[in-house]
């Protein structure tokens, strides 16, 4: 069974920083490209970040709202993906998802999410 | 960026009428698209993916088409567990973009 398990959100001041992981299991992690994608309260879901698998180097895309300020990397021994957010705003607060990217390129399985707070 | 726009925002409909919602795209995104449900708390599923593909453990009553701008997502007879948020989301081209979602409710 695919499960994605994300931890590490947290009550933080503006202009502060986070560290997400998410850690994988029932399928081949290695394999598979994946997302952050997130939803603030109440509001739609949002891409954050994309990150290739090792035949692709690793490479990385970003939404243009968290780039420069937020880094997508994964550990492929742990099967982990993490996501470092530094510089937070308050319109950097909503739940996170990790998301397994399928074959077709769309997400197919996804975790609980883990909510970030951006408050002083 | 490609804009992706929904509607309507929300619908109110009844246990079992065919209901249909259109996403279309800013630009020509060929069938990459996906949609997904997502219940009040809960994470995204994905009910339809390259605009009519149907995602493995999904009711047939739902289904998918279109391609280039113009997209749908029908069902064909509500359940009760269909009143909730649909998505629609492109993958053509970075940065990946959703539509504002669509709310069902319960007429």
């Known amino acids: 069974e695919v499960q994605l398990v994300e931890s590490g959100g947290v009550l933080v001041q503006p202009g502060g920083s986070v560290r997400l992981s998410c850690a994988a299991s029932?399928?081949?992690?290695?394999?598979?490209?994946m997302d952050w994608v997130r939803q603030a309260p109440g509001k739609g879901l949002e891409w954050v970040a994309r990150?290739?698998?090792?035949?692709?180097?690793?490479?990385?895309e970003y939404a243009a709202s968290v780039k420069g300020r937020f880094t997508i990397s994964r550990d492929d021994s742990k099967s982990s993906l993490y996501l470092q957010m530094n510089s937070l705003q308050t319109g950097d607060t909503a739940v996170y998802y990790c998301a397994r990217v399928a074959i077709m390129f769309h997400c197919d399985f996804w975790g609980q999410g883990t909510l970030v707070t951006v408050s002083s | 960026d490609i804009q992706m726009t929904q509607s309507p925002s929300s619908l109110s409909a009844s246990v079992g009428d065919r209901v249909t919602i259109t996403c279309r795209a800013s630009?020509?995104?060929?069938?990459?698209l996906v949609w997904y449900q997502q219940t009040s708390g809960i994470a995204p599923k994905p009910l339809i993916y390259?605009?009519?593909t149907l995602q493995s453990g999904v009711p047939s009553r739902f289904s998918g088409s279109g391609s280039g701008t113009d997209f749908t997502l029908t069902i064909s007879s509500l359940q009760p567990e269909d009143f909730t948020t649909y998505y629609c989301q492109q993958y053509k081209s970075y940065p990946v973009t959703f539509g504002q979602g669509t709310r069902l409710e319960i007429k």
């Open positions: 990150i290739r698998k090792r035949s692709n180097s690793y490479s990385t």
């Open positions: 390259a605009a009519s």
């Open positions: 029932g399928f081949t992690f290695s394999d598979h490209y």
């Open positions: 630009q020509n995104i060929n069938s990459a």
